[in-house]
């Protein structure tokens, strides 16, 4: 598992390029993306279309090669393969079947953005991609209102405004950083409460690039204090899950989940 730039082409390892260099095979998401690194390092090798639509046969396919005695490397698009991005099964089945798995560190976009955000990164959450819908989107932040720790998300362009908005609906006048186009040419950090980064957004005639989005964790004086009953049915109201919504309770008031179950029950 071969991390790549996220970026810039120069941030990857020599460990990376020698590796590149002697497998049998590349796996990729975009073999056209994969040869402009190869192509930049001087490196040939035979390259595969690995994603998301495929991922399942090909799995089937590259893990026959791999008890074959062949080596591939997988890559993805950019940074460390299977964050956000395909992979999973294939390292699934092969560790289901004794092959060996190795990964080689390298540029990671959520390491990236943390490490100069300004955020607290002691405790951090990466939620992947936020939903494109609203209401799964607003449900995705319920879920993770009270986690004690910086939550990080990834977004597109055309919906960071969307979101942004719904950010402040569900999370408050939280502080937030927003990283732009990493490691390239226009990178870009903006810091401050949702709305005010919406609203310098708002002002360019488009937002372009790569964006990942950290949010600061809630204070205790933001922490539900209603009852567990009011509490419960806000959740549900807003789509998650009966499971999700006593986890999430019982995780922001420092109970246990068997708690808030025999607290409902006494409803009844």
């Given amino acids: 598992m071969v991390a790549t730039p996220i970026g ?15 497998v049998d095979r590349i796996a990729c998401e975009d073999t056209r993306q994969t040869r402009k690194l190869l192509e930049r390092h001087g ?15 090909r799995a089937e396919e590259l893990l026959g090669e791999l008890e074959a005695g062949k080596s591939i490397a997988i890559v993805s698009d950019a940074g460390t393969p299977l964050i956000a991005d395909p992979g999973y099964r294939i390292v699934s089945l092969a560790r289901e079947r004794g092959v060996r798995v190795t990964p080689i560190p390298g540029a990671s976009a959520v390491a990236s953005a943390l490490s100069a955000s300004g955020l607290p990164t002691d405790a951090f959450f990466f939620g992947g991609f936020l ?3 609203k209401t799964q989107r607003r449900k995705m932040l319920e879920e993770v209102k009270a986690y004690p720790a910086t939550l990080v998300f990834y977004e597109t362009p055309h919906r960071i405004l969307e979101a942004l908005e719904d950010v402040e609906e569900v999370l408050g006048k939280r502080r937030v950083t927003l990283a732009r186009e990493l490691t390239k040419v226009h990178e870009e950090f903006l810091t401050g409460q949702a709305s005010e980064v919406r609203s310098a957004l708002e002002k360019r005639p488009v937002v372009k690039g790569e964006i990942t989005l950290m949010i600061e964790k809630g204070d205790k004086a933001g922490v539900d204090e209603s009852p567990v009953e009011e509490a419960f049915e806000k959740l549900i109201e807003s789509g998650v899950s009966r499971m999700d919504a006593m986890k999430t309770i019982a995780r922001a008031r420092g109970i246990s989940k068997r708690e808030v179950y025999q607290r409902l029950n006494e409803r009844h």
């Avoid at 490196?43 to 046969?57: F, Q, R």
């Fill in 43 to 57: 490196i040939d090798k035979p390259l595969v279309s690995y994603h998301e639509h495929n991922e399942e046969a």
């Fill in 131 to 133: 939903a494109a819908k």
């Fill in 8 to 22: 810039n082409l120069e941030d990857i390892t020599l460990r990376a390029l020698r590796v590149l260099r002697e």
